[in-house]
């Protein structure tokens, strides 16, 4: 890895993990929730991550995450055990260890919203440096030398699970996604990206701070019917792609029906169960590049259970990422 250099603590490298949890909502019988849900956590925790954005979140899984002395002693998360409004009766939670500067929940529709955190931190100053590794989604990223902003979003888009045979939900899919960036873009437009707050200006210099952004999340994307980019904006580089170009595209499912006995079990009745890459990281920024993206959870729980039940019907992807 690239030496450090400068005064003070510094960011190097961002680690960032996406991961659907899937609710208990269906299927409860089988799912076994419980010892799903401290196999989670524990796999939450080796990845010591910056970033961790979570979908189908419940208010269970929610006391049982913020409960852990790791969480509690080094993460700031959007709910709380005494308010759980948007995990409620399932959504999006995000955890951090970097300083946050304000968080912001926007709805698409009843029961569709996004959960967003505005960070801030110094980079360290980095002369060189060497590949690193995105991961689960899990992704790694470097950069270094100055005061950033990290736009976060978590989304968990519209499912082709009600869908009439043959076709997709990807109209609102592409709807939901290009609200957030139009509310995006006109934040910035107006030199004030979280409506919450006014422009962080750099401690040391008085300069504006350079904001980054990475979309995060289970877009439910269907790519036998759709583009994978989901027509991304220009500045946005899908984090996958970059760090496996030449990878089969099968090798980076996270939702596979064929390996994972509960997306098999959660695929719709009457269609044909297809594998595909669900969840994403996506990145818009002038200071960071990924390096390195590996999917997780694809292992089955120990020990085995009646079905050879892994953590989540989604596998997660993780990933990292520098300057």
Not at 171 to 186: D, F, G, K, V
Not at 262 to 290: F, H, Q
Request: aromatic share 8%.
């Amino acid at each position: 890895e690239g030496e450090g250099e400068g005064e003070g603590e510094g960011v190097d490298e961002l680690v960032v993990v996406s991961y659907n949890v899937l609710f208990p909502h269906f299927h409860g019988e089988v799912l076994d929730t419980p010892r799903r849900t401290q196999a989670m956590c524990a796999l939450l925790r080796a990845q010591n991550a910056d970033v961790i954005a979570l979908q189908e979140v419940t208010p269970p899984f929610l006391h049982a995450l913020l409960a852990k002395p790791w969480v509690r002693e080094h993460y700031t998360a959007t709910a709380s055990p005494d308010d759980h409004r948007t995990v409620s009766p399932d959504g999006q939670l995000l955890l951090t260890k970097l300083e946050v500067n304000g968080a912001t929940t926007y709805g698409f529709n009843r029961s569709k919203k996004v959960i967003l955190f505005d960070l801030f931190y110094r980079q360290k100053y980095q002369r060189s440096q060497r590949s690193r590794s995105l991961g689960g989604s899990n992704a790694r990223l470097t950069s270094g030398g100055a005061c950033r902003r990290l736009l976060v979003p978590s989304l968990h888009l519209t499912s082709d699970y009600r869908a009439e045979a043959g076709s997709t939900k990807v109209t609102e899919r592409r709807l939901q996604l290009h609200t957030l960036l139009r509310e995006y873009r006109r934040l910035e437009a107006q030199g004030i990206v979280n409506p919450l707050s006014d422009p962080l200006k750099d401690p040391l210099s008085g300069s504006s701070i350079p904001t980054d952004m990475l979309i995060v999340g289970d877009l439910n994307a269907a790519s036998e019917y759709e583009d994978e980019q989901y027509e991304l904006p220009t500045g946005f580089i899908d984090a996958w792609r970059v760090c496996h170009a030449n990878v089969v595209e099968s090798r980076a499912y996270t939702y596979d029906p064929a390996n994972n006995p509960l997306a098999m079990l959660n695929s719709p009745p009457g269609k044909i169960a297809r594998g595909k890459r669900c969840d994403r990281i996506m990145v818009c920024s002038t200071g960071w590049e990924p390096t390195g993206m590996w999917l997780l959870g694809y292992k089955p729980m120990l020990p085995p259970s009646e079905i050879k039940i892994k953590q989540s019907n989604n596998l997660w992807a993780s990933g990292g990422g520098g300057g």
